[in-house]
């Protein structure tokens, strides 16, 4: 939740049924909540404790406070608002098959975006990079027997 301001501290306090919170001298402004914001975590902590957080969303939401679940990556893949707007992407694993990434957070709407691979296996791409900045096959084999970088199995062998 959010209540960044006087206005929104406010709108909360009444959504959470405690409006005797905005006349504590220990919350009344920004400063004063921020300088005391151990007590006003334990204070909240025991108020919205009560309740679930979906019943938190339901009057936070009626009373005009800017709220949403905080959530595991399970909880969060599987919310209806994340899938409704596709951000969850399968991508070729380098390792075969698929896996789900978090894909692109944007959203245009002339020129859609899309995440096409996961991310690299370590070492998968030293040879090609150091290859770019002119090292010597010989040199790159020398750099990967001495174990100064590594190269995944599948990669050394194409290379061979």
Do not use: C
């Amino acid at each position: 939740m959010g209540a960044a301001n006087q206005s929104t501290w406010l709108k909360f306090v009444e959504a959470i049924d405690s409006p005797h919170l905005a006349e504590d001298p220990r919350f009344e402004t920004s400063n004063s909540r921020m300088t005391n914001l151990d007590a006003l975590v334990e204070t909240l902590t025991e108020i919205l404790s009560h309740r679930t957080t979906s019943e938190w969303l339901v009057k936070l939401e009626a009373g005009g406070v800017p709220a949403g679940p905080v959530y595991d990556v399970k909880e969060m893949s599987e919310d209806p608002h994340t899938i409704a707007r596709g951000m969850i992407a399968k991508v070729p694993a380098a390792t075969g098959g698929e896996h789900s990434v978090i894909a692109h957070p944007v959203k245009y709407s002339a020129d859609p975006t899309s995440i096409r691979r996961g991310a690299p296996l370590m070492g998968e791409h030293s040879r090609e990079v150091l290859a770019e900045f002119g090292f010597a096959d010989d040199e790159i084999n020398s750099l990967i027997d001495s174990g100064a970088i590594i190269e995944p199995a599948a990669t050394a062998k194409a290379a061979e």
